[in-house]
């Protein structure tokens, strides 16, 4: 029901910041619930953080609360992770994924998935 496709992805110091973008295009792009994950290579993919359809709600995991901001604008059918203060352990591929019935922090719940973009940070 929606093609998500992620970019912003690079290489940054420890310390920067990265804006990634997830453009997404279907008949009903705004009333999705959008998340990021992330997934370093040999490893499990990990939850980053989630917004709703409307935008209201947002909630993060433990490792990126007050440093990554997820945001989206519906008329740009368009989600949004602003990472600050990265650190290398940030170091994953990054994806954006879509779902219609609610916010969660499992991967498994979303159908939907982008091809993924690569967060690089050096020490």
């Known amino acids: 029901q929606v093609h998500l496709v992620e970019s912003g992805g690079g290489l940054v110091q420890a310390g920067g910041s990265l804006r990634l973008s997830c453009a997404g295009s279907?008949?009903?792009?705004?009333?999705?619930?959008m998340g990021w994950f992330r997934q370093a290579p040999g490893k499990q993919r990990d939850f980053v953080a989630t917004i709703s359809w409307s935008g209201e709600n947002t909630y993060y995991a433990d490792s990126a609360k007050g440093r990554f901001t997820i945001s989206r604008d519906n008329a740009k059918r368009t989600v949004y992770l602003q990472m600050n203060s990265l650190k290398p352990e940030d170091t994953a591929v990054y994806y954006c994924?879509?779902?219609?019935?609610?916010?969660?922090?499992?991967?498994?719940?979303?159908?939907?998935w982008g091809q993924g973009t690569q967060v690089t940070v050096s020490s």
């Open positions: 994924a879509a779902k219609d019935r609610g916010v969660s922090v499992i991967p498994g719940l979303y159908p939907y």
């Open positions: 279907g008949r009903t792009f705004s009333g999705y619930d």
